[in-house]
């Protein structure tokens, strides 16, 4: 039950994340997904477009704080500690 609820959680923070990702590139940027993203790998800069798409994991994780459904933002923060990781990859390598 509580594993249940923390991959809920994490499923919703890893969505939230490549939805703000698209939001980011869609609105802000105005260009295609794909080709934002493959130009991003190649000049090094992917890991800051991951960090601005992290940001709308906030919503889901206090909107889980609120309901006090624990173990979802527990799933959300591991979310979001994912894209950190993966941050430090796309620097460092």
Do not use: H, W
């Not at 601005?52 to 006090?68: D, M």
Request: proline share 1%; hydrophobic share 60%.
């Amino acid at each position: 039950m509580i594993k249940k609820e923390i991959a809920i959680g994490f499923l919703i923070g890893i969505t939230a994340n490549l939805a703000g990702m698209f939001l980011y590139i869609s609105l802000i940027m105005q260009r295609e997904f794909e080709l934002v993203l493959s130009k991003a790998s190649e000049e090094g800069v992917l890991g800051s477009i991951i960090a601005l798409g992290a940001i709308l994991n906030f919503l889901p994780f206090f909107v889980f704080i609120k309901k006090k459904q624990d173990y979802r933002a527990r799933g959300v923060v591991m979310a979001t500690i994912l894209s950190a990781i993966s941050i430090l990859i796309t620097k460092f390598i």
